[in-house]
């Protein structure tokens, strides 16, 4: 079965410039808001916003893009680890133009900027926004990347960077290897010469999916099938060495199989947990490998890091005008959000739903 092209479904955002003198002269803004927590198709309405003042310390901001992430429908339905307060609009990542700034902000009109802080609330056609709420993006990055670099991408980064002393040349491993991070995971991997071995569910496009994330650098992809066979533990065997690092998105026995492939005191990093299933580590692996179990939330570390956000989207940043970190969306108009809501949670997706406002 042959691979689609490696791109997004669509080449660039619209971003005309904008000026704060011809707004008033638009159409009101709108935004996808809820008044309580339940299923996003049954809470979530699309309507006309006020906006506020703007204050000293503010911006007003026309949103361009913004993603459907699953922490994104988890806050809608109130099951996620940060609560958002009601009345809210949905969203907490996406990437706007600025059309008006305070004095107290050093942004320009026709900047474009992303959020800095969860729950920002990015489904809307415009919005006023703190100063300190927001960092730039530098120029010449396409709005559909900036758009979705500060969740996925960002969670990537610092699963690669802050639980394992990677070098060049050393293993990883993966499940859920076709997910936003896991497509992530392998191109900042390969970026810096680390091998990745990549488990994916089997399904009816397992060729495509497996070309598309070789394409990128995937090393090794199988299907979590081939995970729990001997096969599999022959192709351990041959490998240089064990990986050092394992990320789990899934739980269940997904989780199982690949804290079992580390090597002695390696780590296994739950991020997710797409099965709904505990992430269940063999006593035996700590005792005998002495394995760590870590967890990790990108808007915990966001709160407890905020000196190094920037650092980090620069770093990604870098990377996206390298050519070396790619996106796989495709655009929906923010009209047909209740469409996109629903495509966002089918089973065996693999493109990131990208709202448009344009």
Same mark, same amino acid.
């Given at each position: ?11 660039? #955002? @619209? ?12 159409? !009101? ?7 309580? *927590? ?12 006020? &906006? ?47 059309? =008006? ?10 900047? *474009? ?12 056609? *415009?919005?006023?926004? %703190? ?18 670099? !500060? ?52 399904? @009816?496009?397992?060729?495509?999916? *497996? ?10 992809? /199988? ?8 096969? #599999? ?16 998105? $899934? ?17 296994? /990093? ?9 992430? $269940? ?23 407890? @890091?905020?000196?190094?956000?920037? %650092? !980090?989207?620069? =770093? &990604? ?7 070396? &970190? ?17 495509? !966002? ?14």
């Amino acid at each position: 079965m042959r691979a689609a092209s490696l791109r997004t479904t669509f080449k660039s #955002f @619209n971003a005309p410039s904008i000026s704060s003198r011809g707004f008033a002269a638009k159409s !009101s803004p709108q935004a996808l808001q809820y008044t309580q *927590h339940g299923a996003p198709k049954s809470v979530l309405k699309l309507e006309n916003v006020e &906006l506020p003042k703007l204050k000293d310390d503010q911006v007003l901001v026309k949103m361009v893009a913004a993603p459907i992430n699953p922490a994104d429908i988890n806050m809608i339905e109130g099951v996620y680890g940060k609560k958002a307060q009601l009345p809210a609009i949905g969203g907490n990542e996406g990437v706007g133009i600025v059309v =008006e700034a305070g004095p107290k902000s050093s942004f320009k009109p026709n900047q *474009h900027v992303i959020p800095s802080v969860a729950g920002l609330g990015t489904w809307r056609t *415009h919005g006023v926004f %703190q100063h300190s709420d927001l960092l730039a993006v530098p120029e010449g990055i396409k709005p559909e990347y900036a758009a979705t670099v !500060s969740v996925n991408p960002a969670t990537a980064l610092r699963l690669l960077n802050d639980f394992a002393d990677l070098k060049q040349g050393d293993y990883i491993i993966q499940n859920g290897a076709n997910s936003a991070v896991g497509f992530a995971v392998i191109q900042l991997a390969k970026a810096r010469g680390i091998k990745t071995i990549n488990i994916v569910r089997n399904r @009816n496009n397992y060729e495509e999916v *497996h070309e598309r994330l070789t394409r990128v650098g995937g090393d090794v992809v /199988v299907t979590d099938e081939y995970l729990e066979g001997a096969q #599999f533990k022959r192709l351990l065997l041959d490998l240089p060495q064990q990986p050092k690092l394992a990320l789990d998105c $899934v739980g269940g026995k997904s989780a199982t199989g690949i804290a079992r492939t580390l090597a002695p005191n390696g780590t296994l /990093v739950t991020y997710g947990g797409m099965s709904r299933k505990p992430a $269940v580590v063999p006593t035996s692996l700590f005792i005998f490998k002495n394995i760590q179990h870590k967890g990790f939330w990108l808007t915990k570390w966001n709160e407890e @890091n905020p000196d190094k956000r920037q %650092q !980090s989207m620069d =770093e &990604l940043f870098k990377l996206i005008s390298q050519d070396k &970190l790619k996106i796989w969306a495709e655009k929906r108009h923010l009209h047909e959000w209740a469409e996109a809501v629903e495509h !966002s949670q089918a089973a065996y997706r693999d493109r990131k739903i990208v709202l448009s406002f344009e």
